[in-house]
C-alpha cells in the first residue's frame, strides 16, 4: 500500500505546540515509510480563517523543516469539487434535499430536550419531498445509514464502534450552497489518497460520519489514528496560559526547532527509554502503536534540558545559524567580533536557551555603557589595581594572540604576585565584560580581542582610580 498522510490544519490561530506535534507524527509516519506527505488547509470556516493564521502556519512548519510534498492545497479552492461530488450523490439517492424551516428544526430540538433525548434531525425530507421544488431553500443533507454500526481500528486507540442510530443525517451543503466542513475533509481525503489519518482525539466522533460518507461514495476507508491531548504542567488542557503555545514562540524565545522537534516526538510516543532523537532516528523507529494512548504533560524543564543538549551537541555552526537571527533581533552588529559560532562554543554550556546566548554575548562585540554595580563594588577595587596593571601589560605584548597565550599571562601575573588566579581573573573579567560571570577568562579574552581587552582594562583603571580619588 502507499503510504501518503496528511496535515490538514483549519487555519484559525496560529500553529500550536498540539498542531505541531500532530504535523510531526503524519510527517514522521509517513518519512518512516518512504511515502508522502500533504499539507491541507482547511479554510471552510471563512469567518474564523486568516491569512495571518495560514502565513502562521507555514512559518511554523518551515521553521521546524517539515517538508510536504503536495499542498498547500485550499479547501476554498476546492468548492467546484465538493459540489460536484454533492450534486452527483443527489442523483444517487446517498443524499437528500431537506426543506425544513428554521421554525421546524427548532421546536423539534425543544421537543427532544424536553424529552431528555440528543437533540438530532429525524429525517423528516429523507423520503418525502414531493411538495417542495429545487428552487426552494434547502440543505442537502447525507443518507446516513439507520442499521448497524460503524466500526474502525484505530491505529492508536484499537476498535471504535458508533451506532448509527447515533449519527442523524448530516447536512453536507448549506443553503447558500456551501459544502460543509466533514464533507469536504471526506471529498479531499479520498481524491488526495490519504493512506492513513492521524489526527487530534478531538476528531474522534467525526471518524464514523466521514467513514459513513466515503462508503456511499465507495472510496477507499484510510486507516485512522488519533493522538491524544496535550496538557499543560497543571493537569489542564494546554492553553495560551501555560505561556508559549504557538511554535514560533518558541522559536522567539530560543529554542532549536531540533530541540522542539525532539521534546514532541517524545511528548505521547516512546522506543524504549531512549530520549535524544535525531530526525534520521526518529524517521528510523516511528511507529503509530508506540504512540501514548493516555494525555501527555507538557513539561519546560524537559524542553530547557534538550534544547540545552541541542545547543551543545549540534554542530556549533547550524546552532550559529539560529543565534544569528536572536542577535539582529537584538540589533547587536557582529562584524567586528568573534564569529558566532565560536560565542555557541564559548556560552553553550552556561545557556539553556538561545535567546539567553544572544543576550549575554553582547560585551564580545559592544563596549557596555557601565560596570554591573555589583561586580564593580566588589572586584574594581583599590586593591585591583596593580593585578590589572600587570595583566594589562603582559597582554599587551602578546603575540600570536591565542586562549593559550591570554592564559599564560593571566597565570605569569598571579604567579609574580604571589596572588590566586582569582585575584586577578575577577578583576579582569569585570573589567572586559563589565559583569560578574563570564566564560574562562583565558577564551573570553581572547575572543573580545587585544585591542579591545586593553581599551577595557584602562576604563576599569580609570573607574578605579575614581574611587580612589572619592576616597
Ligand atoms: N482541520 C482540523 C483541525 O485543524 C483537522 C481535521 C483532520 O485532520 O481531519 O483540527
Known amino acids: 500500500m502507499k503510504i501518503k498522510t496528511r496535515f490538514a490544519p483549519s487555519p484559525t490561530g496560529y500553529l500550536h505546540v498540539g498542531g505541531a506535534r500532530t504535523a510531526l507524527y503524519s510527517w514522521l509516519f509517513s518519512r518512516h515509510a518512504g511515502g508522502e506527505f500533504v499539507l491541507r488547509i482547511e479554510d471552510t470556516d471563512l469567518e474564523r480563517s486568516t491569512q495571518e493564521a495560514i502565513d502562521a502556519i507555514m512559518a511554523g512548519m518551515n521553521w521546524l523543516n517539515l517538508d510536504w510534498d503536495e499542498g498547500p492545497y485550499f479547501q476554498t479552492k476546492r468548492f467546484d469539487r465538493y459540489n460536484a461530488v454533492i450534486d452527483d450523490m443527489l442523483v444517487q439517492g446517498t443524499a437528500y434535499r431537506c426543506f425544513c424551516s428554521k421554525v421546524r428544526l427548532d421546536a423539534l430540538r425543544e421537543k427532544q430536550m424536553a424529552n431528555g433525548e440528543k437533540p438530532r434531525y429525524d429525517g423528516h425530507c429523507r423520503d418525502s ?109 494546554l492553553s495560551k496560559r501555560h505561556g508559549a503555545v504557538g511554535v514560533m514562540q518558541y522559536r522567539d524565545d530560543g529554542y532549536l526547532p531540533q530541540a522542539l522537534l525532539n521534546y514532541l516526538v517524545r511528548l ?49 555552526e547550524e546552532v550559529a545559524v539560529h543565534l544569528a537571527w536572536h542577535v539582529e533581533q537584538l540589533g547587536i552588529e557582529t562584524r567586528n567580533g568573534p564569529e558566532l559560532k565560536d560565542i555557541v562554543k564559548l556560552l553553550g554550556e552556561r545557556c539553556k536557551t538561545l535567546k539567553e546566548m544572544a543576550e549575554s554575548c553582547r560585551y564580545f562585540y559592544e563596549d557596555f555603557h557601565q560596570f554591573d554595580a555589583d561586580a564593580a563594588k566588589k572586584h574594581l577595587r583599590p586593591v585591583a589595581r596593580q593585578p590589572l596593571e600587570a595583566v594589562r601589560a603582559k597582554l599587551a605584548t602578546i603575540s600570536p594572540w591565542t586562549p593559550e597565550n591570554v592564559h599564560h599571562a593571566i597565570q605569569g601575573t598571579a604567579d609574580e604576585l604571589g596572588v590566586g588566579m582569582g585575584k586577578v581573573g575577577m578583576p579582569l573579567r569585570v573589567a572586559v565584560t563589565g559583569a560578574g560571570q563570564s566564560p574562562g577568562m583565558d577564551v573570553t579574552v581572547y575572543a573580545i580581542g587585544q585591542a579591545r581587552s586593553l581599551q577595557r582594562i584602562d576604563r576599569a583603571l580609570a573607574y578605579i582610580a575614581e574611587r580612589e580619588a572619592r576616597g
Request: proline share 5%; hydrophobic share 35%.
Open 268 to 316: 505521547g510516543w516512546s522506543h524504549g527509554d531512549q530520549e535524544i532523537f535525531s530526525l534520521d532516528d526518529m524517521k528510523t523507529f516511528f511507529t503509530l502503536d508506540a504512540i501514548n494512548k493516555s494525555a501527555s504533560a507538557f513539561n519546560t524543564e524537559k524542553l530547557q534540558w534538550l534544547n540545552h543538549h541541542y545547543i551543545n551537541h549540534m554542530p556549533a
Open 129 to 237: 419531498q414531493c411538495s417542495h421544488t429545487d428552487d426552494e431553500p434547502h440543505v442537502v443533507r447525507f443518507r446516513n445509514p439507520q442499521e448497524g454500526s460503524v466500526i474502525f481500528d484505530d491505529n492508536i486507540r484499537g476498535p471504535i464502534e458508533f451506532s448509527n442510530q447515533e449519527l442523524d443525517d448530516l447536512i453536507i451543503r448549506r443553503t447558500d450552497g456551501a459544502p460543509t466542513y466533514n464533507f469536504c475533509v471526506v471529498v479531499d481525503d479520498w481524491d488526495m489518497e490519504i493512506s492513513h489519518v492521524i489526527r487530534g482525539e478531538d476528531h474522534i466522533n467525526n471518524t464514523p460520519r466521514q467513514i459513513n460518507i466515503l462508503k456511499a461514495l465507495g472510496a477507499p476507508v484510510p486507516e485512522y489514528a488519533h493522538v491524544s491531548m496535550i496538557l499543560g504542567d497543571d493537569g489542564k488542557k
